[in-house]
């Protein structure tokens, strides 16, 4: 990490990451005047989620290198190539870069960006990781954490002190940027706001202040007077689609629904609903598939089931 930052200690600056010949990120780098941890916030790993993308580079506009304790390396885009196609996967080749870290430098494009944005960020003592539902999913705004709901465990804490209403438990999923961080130690947190290709106002704004209060929680700015509302959380994973058709969801994000709840159907033309997509256990609707149109394999709804915090 440390050999490919270029900016001097007590500035800060934009810099290139070169990934390949014809390919670089562009990443903002704060350093305070001191030796101290360092803290990544990456957005743009999906070409089509924008949230994420707008709060970070309203960042880069803000925060001075005096008032930062050690290093912040902010990564407004992350897939350069996915964010001017407008696509989650990268153009290049298909891939889902958010199941790719930490990458291989001799590998696929995809890969090789993996590596060099692992090779920045993977050794960071704080990743916050920001996402939205892309074009195709739209997210109950969340704040997400591995490991338990508990006060013992910093990366809970750290989605907590983001701010937002609802937090979720993430599943552990082998190649996503902050799962890789967390399993090597990291205080790691993932967020999600909406999405249907949109870029959300409020979203934006609940971003840049959930990276500003989780910054100053874990030490790299002054702590400021907040309260952390206490709100609800949730664990639970994606229903997928068994088949390729219509999507019709029957709820909206945000709705309670009861265990064996009818949350979606999918229709094909001759057979009419193929798939019931029923809610496992009672719970909230933290997202759905938002395009109508749905593939084999395609998340289809997250219903989360409200978990215990525990000291
Ligand atoms: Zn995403």
Redesign the pocket.
Known sequence: MGELIEVAPGTAAWQELRVDADRSVEVYVVRGREPGPTAAVTAG??GD?YEGVAAVGDLTNSLQSAEVRGTLILVPVANPTAFLAGTRTNPEDGANL?RSFPGNPDGTPTERLAAKLFALVGSADTLIDL??G?VEYRFLPVAGFYGAASEGNPSSEAARHFGMATRWQLPPTPGVLSYELHRRGACAIGCEYLGAGQLSAAGRADYRNGILRTLAHRGHLPPTPTTVASGRTYTGDWLLAEADGLFHPRFDIGDTVMAGTEVATITTLRNGIVQRLLSEAEGTVLALRSKAGIRRGNWGVLVGTPLEESA
């Open positions: 790993i999906h989620e958010a996402h939205s892309g």
